[in-house]
């Protein structure tokens, strides 16, 4: 009963990719990488893709790729190598297998390596939270308690993909509108925004928008006033919430709001 | 002036980010050197293996840091309650790729690892374990080039990359096994 189980184990086994599968393959059969005994390695490994395409799972194309490397392998060991100068050794056709496997190999134990160092926050811990940075920010502006992130512009993109990803979510509205806003103006309406909140979430920016066309021009809007030092985005650490924060940064901004012309 | 290693104690408590040997030799007081701090910093740790202590000053990111012994594990996670994900070995492997190759494309991962990276590299991005460091302008469509974070040395608890064994010295110490004939 147990060895029934085991062959159940193994065959559940799902190989990501056919690398992973041939080393598996080549382990298991407990032979020399080098001297690869391909028909008994292609046998196997045709059957494992047998068994996968029987229940019903989708192969990647690459494990075919491979499939067809290996029957091409197999057959050029078999034939007798072209013509070749007098002492001339003809080049082993299961190197182009060899070499990828052995890196493949070598990252496979250098990630199992990393695997095992002791892992911050899962093996060993330091003390508090994350990090922490004062923000460079006008004296009148501080957040109260914000942990503060060092951040990227992926995380600005991600933050725009996923306020356009609810938008969408809560139905795609088609409308036709005379209406043509100008980026000018969203410029002018973040600025009133800000200058009243003087700190929001990006997300926040949501309910100043009717569209697609201008939740696109409120990031655009955004881009520009950090470009020009009146507002500053930060990330909260706590990367999940809700994106990027906006800021409100020069106080002298404040004064002249209007300077600007977008149109 | 209190004694020199309480000092560093003290700043290695504050800390948020690990410190390096200069920064806090900078900070003390002229005439301390770096060499004092990790003569300090040495004996802390052998006061604290003695004293069985909580924790110890680990050499990371180029720095030190105070960090629990990891003995106390199960303890830390009971009062944390969210331990990150464990990453996947596919995603191990991508970041090892990453870590040996940097700056590496994409499609270098995926010749490596022989199949596609696109979902592991997205995790590790958004794990900030790896970020997009620049471009390959010489190529069509200039494609993005990976390299690991500061954070990754941190997570590892490596000092740099350099503190990570060659993917020579790897591929070399875990021979293949020999055909057995009979």
Redesign the interface.
């Known amino acids: 009963m147990n060895a029934a189980h085991e062959d159940l184990n193994l065959k559940l086994e799902i190989y ?5 599968l041939l080393l598996h393959l ?2 298991r059969n ?6 690869i005994p391909v028909s008994l390695i292609t046998a196997q490994y045709l059957e494992y893709i047998e068994y996968i395409e029987s229940i019903n799972l989708d192969l ?1 194309g ?1 494990f075919l790729v ?1 499939a067809a490397t290996l029957a091409h392998i197999k057959s050029k060991m078999l034939l007798p190598a072209d013509s070749l100068e007098a002492g001339e050794q003809p080049e082993d056709p299961r190197l182009e297998l060899v070499r ?1 496997l ?14 095992m ?12 939270g ?3 940075e004062t923000l460079d920010l006008p004296e009148d502006n501080q957040p109260e308690s914000l942990m503060v ?1 060092k951040s ?1 512009v ?1 995380e600005l993109v ?1 933050a725009w993909q996923d306020l356009y990803a609810r938008r969408t979510a809560e139905g795609l509205s088609l409308k036709f509108s005379m209406e043509t806003v100008t980026i000018g103006e969203k410029l002018v309406q973040i600025r009133a925004f800000l200058l009243s909140v003087k700190s929001a979430h990006f997300r926040d920016l949501a309910g100043l928008d009717k569209n697609n066309y201008e939740l696109a021009l409120n990031f655009l809007a955004v881009l520009e006033l950090a470009r020009t030092g009146f507002l500053r985005l930060y990330q909260d650490s706590d ?1 999940d919430q809700s994106g990027p924060r906006l800021f409100l940064a020069d106080p002298a901004a404040r004064e002249a709001p209007e300077k600007l012309d977008y149109r | 002036m209190p004694p020199l290693k309480t000092i560093v104690e003290g700043l290695l408590f504050v800390s948020d980010s690990a410190v390096s040997e200069e920064t806090l030799s900078q900070i003390v007081e002229e005439g301390v050197s770096p060499e004092d701090v990790l003569q300090v910093i040495e004996e802390l740790n052998e006061e604290y293996e003695i004293r069985n202590r909580a924790f110890a000053i680990k050499r990371v990111a180029g720095g030190f840091q105070l960090r629990t012994r990891e003995e106390l594990a199960p303890y830390c996670l009971r009062l944390k309650k969210n331990a990150p994900a464990k990453l996947s070995k596919a995603a191990m492997e991508t970041l090892a790729v990453v870590a040996y190759r940097q700056p590496v494309l994409r499609a270098e991962i995926e010749k490596i690892r022989g199949v596609d990276a696109g979902g592991t590299i997205r995790l590790l991005l958004d794990r900030n374990l790896i970020r997009i460091s620049s471009r390959r302008e010489n190529l069509p469509g200039r494609p993005m080039l990976y390299s690991t974070t500061g954070k990754f040395l941190e997570t590892f608890e490596l000092d740099s990359l350099n503190s990570l064994p060659t993917i020579e010295e790897i591929g070399r110490i875990t021979p293949p096994k020999r055909l057995k004939l009979f």
């Open positions: 990501e990719g056919p690398l992973e080549i382990k407990e032979v020399d990488i080098h001297d990647a690459d491979m990828p052995l890196e493949y190999s070598a990252f496979q134990t250098a990630a199992e390596n990393v695997s160092r002791p892992q911050l926050n899962r093996d060993v811990f330091v003390r508090g994350v990090g922490s992130a990227s992926y991600k990367v």
